[in-house]
């Protein structure tokens, strides 16, 4: 069965992290066989490069190389010779709806540049989630508009997850044409540029490689995962994924929590 894929797609958080944030030593060492027999690996996550560079050394890139997708698919690189081979920004006429939204009560807008996490509230507890997760510093900024670094690859807007459907519907209608909103965490409403998500930047990759849908595997427990699951030749939803997410799989695996991309994969190997 293995001979019919090439091309492994995983997303992290959720899928292949438990809820405690570590990947298991179980989904390790079925990633890295599967690499052995010679599949490509590529992480495609939200996270800045920065927070993907960890676990790409985890599943062992250093070794055999391998593909990082950035930013919801606002880049992709080639982990072996850091090369970015497709980036694509937020459009500057997006940022005021996004900031307006952001600044209210109980939210926050936030965004990646020079290494820092860059944002108006630097104590809120949601920012603070993404400097756990990709290790980077907290800037604050008095004004976001005027001070953060352009273009961005995207902005995040945080919330209450009872706030963020309503949010998103709203930040799409208000952005029609301009830009994307994808819920990736109940609490994170991502916001890029128009078509660009996991999916657009994956399918980039497949023709650089000479590959087609029918060789990819794709893994994720996300909204903004629907588009590459769909994608694939093996769709796998997680169990602990959205109603949405499992509703478009091939298969629906186990939780995060029970190893279950683990558990999928190793019928692939062993």
Known sequence: MTQQYRLLTVDIDGTLTRP??????????????????????????????????????????????????????????????????????????ALPVV????????????????????????DNPYVHISHQRNGMP???????????????PKCIISGEPNTMPALQREVAVRLYGVADAYISDPYFLEVVRRGVDKADALARLMERLGLNHHQLIAAGDGHNDIGMIRLAAMGIAMGNAHPDVRRVADVVAPTAEQDGLAQVLEKLVF
């Open 138 to 152: 907290i800037r604050a900024v008095s004004d976001f508009l005027s001070q953060i670094p352009l273009p961005v």
């Open 20 to 93: 405690d944030g570590f990947i298991s030593s179980r989904t390790v060492s079925t990633i890295r066989a599967l690499q052995k027999r010679g599949l490509h690996l590529c992480i495609a996550s939200g996270r800045p490069p920065q927070g993907i560079l960890l676990v790409a050394r985890t599943l062992g890139m250093d070794e055999f190389g391998g593909y990082l997708i950035g930013f919801n698919g606002g880049l992709l690189m080639d982990y072996a010779s850091g090369d970015v081979l497709y980036t694509a920004a937020l459009p500057d006429e």
């Open 99 to 122: 900031v307006e939204c952001g600044r209210r009560p109980g939210h926050a807008v936030f965004t990646y540049a020079e290494g820092c996490i860059c944002t108006e509230t630097p």
